[in-house]
């Protein structure tokens, strides 16, 4: 089935440093979703992108915070500066329609800040 | 609060058995989805099923939703041990783009 890529699957940076996640959503999907899902607990959303702009974030997207998927490339999550908090496992999803669909989601990329 | 979790925390069958898991959830919604997150990688759609709908079914899955008492239910029949996964009900909001809320999710454990 249709499948979202994450690169990479894991990344270990020192606090302060600046991280991108990248994403490879499905090919002809038009909306792209990051989540956050710190070890053991629930998954919660962080952003949604759609033609080029962000629709929706919640609290958790800090300033700090950023996306973009430059020229239909990788969309991607850009922490800078990064901060301990950071840690966590940060998955990718994409979808073909606005409401009510059903979402693909990737790997995740598990970040951990030093 | 959250806006919609299930009821317990972990569940143990043996294969062969069904189990069901529960979920409620707080606000009004259009649809409920089920997930299942094996270990390591990210959640999977199982079931989406409408406010319109009373039941949904997908092979072994079949899904329930009572939106009087905002509860959901997800059976699943002929368990295999490679059901064995995290299972959360998630809900969005009427309007936007898919923001999905997400429950803790309950542990299924299917041994052998």
């Known amino acids: 089935g249709p499948k979202v890529l994450q690169i990479p699957s894991h990344q270990i940076i020192d606090m302060g440093q600046m991280v991108t996640l990248n994403c490879d959503p499905v090919?002809?999907?038009?909306?792209f979703y990051w989540y956050k899902q710190i070890l053991g607990q629930q998954m919660e959303f962080l952003v949604n992108?759609?033609?080029?702009?962000?629709?929706?974030k919640s609290k958790l997207f800090k300033d700090q915070f950023s996306v973009e998927r430059p020229d239909g490339s990788y969309f991607t999550l850009k922490i800078q500066p990064t901060a301990l908090e950071d840690s966590a496992v940060y998955f990718c999803?994409?979808?073909?329609?606005?409401?009510?669909?059903?979402?693909?989601f990737g790997h995740g990329t598990k970040l951990s800040v030093l | 609060s959250q806006l919609a979790e299930e009821n317990l925390w972990a569940l143990s069958v043996h294969e062969g058995e069904s189990v069901t898991v529960n979920c409620s959830y707080k606000?009004?919604?259009?649809?409920l989805q089920w997930y299942r997150q094996k270990s390591g990688e990210g959640p999977a759609q199982l079931i989406l099923?409408?406010?319109?709908?009373r039941e949904k079914r997908n092979g072994r899955l079949r899904a329930t939703l009572d939106t009087s008492s905002q509860s959901s239910s997800l059976s699943i029949t002929a368990t295999r041990c490679e059901d064995t996964a995290v299972y959360f009900c998630?809900?969005?909001?009427?309007?936007?783009?898919?923001?999905?809320?997400f429950g803790k999710g309950t542990v299924l454990l299917v041994s052998p």
């Open positions: 606000t009004s919604i259009t649809a």
């Open positions: 998630a809900t969005a909001p009427d309007s936007g783009y898919n923001k999905l809320t």
């Open positions: 999803a994409s979808s073909l329609g606005q409401s009510n669909e059903r979402l693909f």
């Open positions: 992108f759609y033609n080029g702009k962000v629709m929706e």
């Open positions: 099923i409408r406010s319109n709908e």
């Open positions: 090919s002809n999907h038009l909306y």
